[in-house]
């Protein structure tokens, strides 16, 4: 019935909506990492309530198919790429406490979406530049308790005792 098709498989990234972006070049550098996490938050709440992402998921599941987020993660980047006075608020995020929290309430919303795998985009790579912040952590050598999204990852793939 579905073409041979046996799953859907959006990417499942979490970023600045372009209303964010805009309230980021007002704030400019004077945008923290704490107000980034928290626009973020507030993305993801929204994806919650529905958007063209979970559309897509709910339709895979009424036609049978299974749901695999091929690549994902946070894609807090600045607009076009380039560089603005708010750049280092998201560089700093990126290390932050709070992106634990980001990072396991992502993991949450794809789970409660069905998602039997979810592919992080890439375990290691630079962090805080205009081109983004794809790595869970920044080099192999940096430890994970200097790595939220690494140990939000570590924590949710972890056995519960």
Known sequence: DNGGVDAI????????SDAIRKKWSTLGAALTPESVIEDIMGELQ??????????TVDFGKRHGLTYVAYEAGQHIQPEGQRE??????LAAAQK?????????????????????????????????????????????DTPNSESPKMRALIDCNSPRA
């Not at 498989?9 to 600045?16: F, K, L, Q, V």
């Not at 603005?84 to 608020?89: L, R, S, T, V």
Request: one cysteine or more; a positive charge.
């Open 9 to 16: 498989s959006p990417a499942a990234y979490i970023g600045p």
């Open 46 to 55: 929204a994806l919650r309530m529905g958007s063209s992402f979970t559309q």
């Open 84 to 89: 603005h006075p708010y750049n280092p608020a």
């Open 96 to 140: 932050h406490p709070r992106m634990y929290d980001l990072y396991i309430e992502l993991l949450r919303l794809n789970r409660d979406l069905g998602c039997t795998l979810f592919a992080h985009f890439s375990s290691v790579g630079r962090q805080g530049t205009r081109w983004g912040s794809w790595g869970a952590k920044a080099t192999y």
